[in-house]
Structures are given as C-alpha cells and as structure tokens.
C-alpha cells in the first residue's frame, strides 16, 4: 500500500512538472489593437470561453485526459471592476505589472475552476483576455 501510494504522489508530481510556468505572459497585446471594453461584454466574454478554454488548456493530461472538458467560473470581470477585491486586484495589479497600466485596463480577468481536476493545483485556473480590433477576445496571459 504504501508503494502504490508513493508511486501515486511520483506520478501526480512528475504530470505537475510538465507545464511551463512562466512568471510573466511571453508577449503583452499591443494597445492600438485592442478594443475597450466595459461590463456590458461580459456576456461575450463568457461566449468566447467555449473556444478560449480549449485553446488555452487543451483537454486534460496523459493521467487525466479530460480534467479540462468541464469548467465553472468563479469570476469574469473587466479589471477595473476588480478594485476593491482583494484577491481579484492582486491579479489586477500583477496585469499592470506584466503589460502596463493601459492594457490592463482593457483587458478581463476570468479565474475558473475544472471540477474533474484531482487537487488544487490544477483545479484552478485564471486567465486574462483582451479583445482584438480585429481578432475578437484572446488569452494574453494564463497563470498557473
């Protein structure tokens, strides 16, 4: 029993190490290229997850292939609207960080939760979207 369980906790671990974290987003979106945005889209920006989710997570690992096919959002607001929520302006801030303040502001926070996922790590999941004059909504930044 005790080999079966370390072996679970190697294994589980091992899957943990295959995503990349990167402490900031590889490109920021360029500025001139993005819509503003306000409230009133968070009806599309739900729509856009359909497709946005899949992009961004795939559906699952080797060891759980589909942990990514079910989400459930726990938040999805225009940045701004984030102030004065302590756990959603820590991301507010991290975004004006990464991009400036001016994407940030014309971008979304979305923190989600993948009930099939088998513990926290990879249960929770933030994301941070802009929309595209041109392009429609994209993920400019996954945090893991």
Sequence with gaps: ???LSLLLLTIFIFSLAIFEVHAQPTECPVLSELEQIS??????VIEALNTLIPQTYGTGLDEFPDIYTKW???TAKPFPKT?????????F????NFCGKEIAEK???V??????????????GQIF??????????????YL
């Design 83 to 91: 102030v004065g929520y302590k756990e959603e302006e820590d991301y």
């Design 129 to 142: 979207l802009a929309k595209s004059k041109e392009k429609g909504w994209f993920v400019w930044f996954q």
């Design 1 to 3: 029993m005790k080999r």
């Design 111 to 124: 923190r989600l939760d993948f009930p099939k996922a088998p513990g926290a790590n990879l249960a929770q």
């Design 107 to 109: 971008s979304w926070l």
């Design 39 to 44: 409230i009133k889209d968070e009806k599309e």
């Design 93 to 96: 801030g991290m975004a004006k």
């Design 72 to 74: 459930n959002v726990v």
